[in-house]
């Protein structure tokens, strides 16, 4: 019982100081998950964190779901998720009126013209630190001119769709060098 | 019927977002806009919300949008609809993950994803970019320079909420500036 209690209140911890999104997070995560609560190892979250990277959802949601089952079970895993979830849904909720009452204000309308070109500044910087962690191959250049295109050719297609036609163009690509392999293997 | 519309929209989002908060800007921007939920400026708008609060951009805007359209039940619905996708793979995939790590399959998959994610920030990219551009000429050029010392400045490992507080008392000089010599 006192384990699922520390659970909530760790995770508590970890969503209401992780300003940023998820990678803003890990050394939180780290300090509190490994060096003082010793419910993973350290090698085991890398694997965690890799994991949660890959599949879909907030990378948050997915570490605390993750951390959470390995301490606790399914309980564990539910608690973990929900306390991670927890502060910024009652920030929000709390901030959401003043916003909508706020937002035709002149000075809060001017604030966001200037915020808009600070958010453009931060997605360019994503949008670098992806390119650079992608494999540079045919494939991936096809892919990325492909998906890029089909949204600015049909604005009203919706991402899922690209988004499913690249994961599965991958798996089949992938799937088909491996084929090209073994066949060459044997051949030899 | 309300409350599960919010709920399976949030849950297809989850569902189909990868690559953090700017890839999921162009699949928010295709559900949200054709209900009406926000307009596309607002989307925008509350990626600054997102970033100087804590918690991820999915969740934060799920919550916004769920009150927003539905009041409290509606924010409890579209968070959860959110995260549930993630909740119901990660349990699925705990027990055994160094398979799923090392299946041919997720290996593949990835291999087309990561590129997606790229092209998906390029158009979010755009997409901010055209409200950037697309103002008068006065307002144009200074947010043009704003952008560029933003870059710039996180470059220099500026904090990400820090650049917003600039942008806003930057863009709040420059909207009264231009009234006083009336730019604007």
């Not at chain 1, 009203?156 to 293997?185: E, F, Q, V």
Request: charged share 10%; glycine share 10%; net charge positive.
């Amino acid at each position: 019982m006192k384990k699922y209690f520390q659970l909530c209140l760790t995770f508590i911890k970890i969503g209401l100081f992780s300003f940023g999104g998820g990678y803003a997070m890990i050394p939180l995560i780290e300090k509190e998950i490994v060096e003082k609560n010793n419910w993973i190892k350290r090698d085991d979250l890398l694997d965690m964190i890799a994991i949660s990277e890959s599949t879909p959802g907030p990378i948050a949601v997915n570490l605390a779901t993750f951390i959470g089952f390995q301490c606790g079970g399914l309980p564990g895993g539910i608690l973990a998720t929900l306390s991670v979830a927890l502060p910024s849904f009652i920030i929000i909720l709390v901030l959401s009126s003043i916003l909508r009452t706020s937002e035709s204000l002149k000075t809060v309308q001017y604030a966001f013209i200037g915020i808009r070109a600070g958010i453009l500044a931060l997605i360019l910087k994503a949008l670098i630190s992806m390119y650079q962690s992608c494999p540079k191959t045919t494939f991936s250049y096809f892919v990325i001119a492909a998906a890029f295109f089909a949204k600015i050719i049909f604005p009203a297609l919706s991402a899922i769709y690209i988004i499913i036609s690249c994961g599965l163009a991958g798996t089949i690509h992938t799937l088909l060098l491996r084929n090209k392999c073994i066949k060459g293997g044997t051949g030899q | 019927m309300k409350y599960l519309d919010i709920f399976l929209v949030f849950f297809k989002i989850g569902l189909f977002s990868f690559g953090g908060g700017y890839a999921m800007i162009p699949l928010i921007q295709s559900e949200v806009l054709a209900r009406n939920w926000m307009s596309s400026e607002e989307i925008i708008n509350f990626i600054a919300v997102s970033e100087s609060t804590p918690g991820s951009f999915a969740v934060n805007i799920a919550t916004y949008i769920g009150s927003s359209t539905g009041g409290f039940p509606g924010a409890i619905f579209a968070t959860l609809g959110v995260i549930l996708p993630s909740f119901l793979i990660i349990a699925l995939i705990q027990k055994g993950y160094s398979k799923f790590q090392n299946s041919i399959y997720v290996k593949g998959a990835m291999s087309g994803l990561h590129p997606a994610v790229i092209a998906m920030i390029g158009t979010a990219f755009l997409s901010v970019g055209e409200t950037v551009v697309k103002q008068d000429f006065y307002l144009s050029l200074c947010c043009g320079l704003l952008f560029l010392l933003s870059f710039f400045l996180l470059k220099k490992k500026l904090h990400p909420i820090a650049i917003i507080v600039l942008c806003a008392i930057a863009g709040i000089s420059i909207g009264f500036i231009g009234e006083q010599f009336h730019f604007l």
